[in-house]
């Protein structure tokens, strides 16, 4: 095995792929109202209670609203929904902004056109380095037909440029 740095081991991680989600809370404290983020750091941990899990890091707005609240949402992408996931990563752009459309469950805002939605009630929370594991009761799921937004290699869709070739 060979010694790695931080961009070693993030592009190593890149080659899995994953979905792609927006994770959601809403700010009951301000003025913002919903609240978002890109994370791809999604998966389920038990059925029985449901739970699942978002990793969060500790710098992220995300990270103290969930805390406040004790909930939030994850709506999982459709492969239509790349402009959406850019939006919430930090690239803003007002037609998406104004183009958004949230059904409201359990407290907590979900992407209507998302794949699979799910509201949470924060169940637990572990600390992980330089990220908070966010475990989140099911409260509520709503899914869609359709194909996930997948991400992998720093690139969205199904296929992407092996490591070597960039």
Same mark, same amino acid.
């Given at each position: ?49 449901? &739970?699942?899990? %978002? #990793?969060?890091?500790?710098? /992220? ?9 004790? *909930?939030?949402? =994850? ?39 998302? &794949?699979?939605? %799910? #509201?949470?009630?924060?169940? /637990? ?9 966010? *475990?989140?009761? =099911? ?28």
């Amino acid at each position: 095995m060979a010694e790695f740095d931080q961009m070693t081991f993030r592009r190593a991680m890149g080659a899995f792929a994953t979905g792609i989600t927006i994770m959601t809370t809403v700010d009951h404290d301000g003025e913002q109202g919903v609240h978002g983020m890109t994370a791809n750091s999604f998966t389920s941990v038990s059925l029985d209670p449901p &739970l699942v899990m %978002v #990793a969060v890091d500790k710098r /992220a707005c995300m990270h103290d609203l969930v805390q406040q609240s004790k *909930v939030f949402g =994850v709506s999982v992408l459709n492969a239509r929904q790349e402009a959406i996931s850019r939006h919430f990563a930090g690239r803003p752009n007002a037609d998406v902004e104004a183009s958004l459309r949230y059904e409201h469950c359990d407290g907590v805002a979900l992407l209507e056109d998302s &794949l699979m939605s %799910v #509201a949470c009630r924060l169940w /637990a929370q572990y600390e992980g380095g330089d990220h908070t594991l966010f *475990v989140g009761e =099911v409260t509520q799921l709503r899914q869609r037909e359709g194909e996930p937004l997948l991400y992998v290699r720093g690139q969205y869709g199904l296929v992407a440029q092996p490591a070597t070739e960039r």
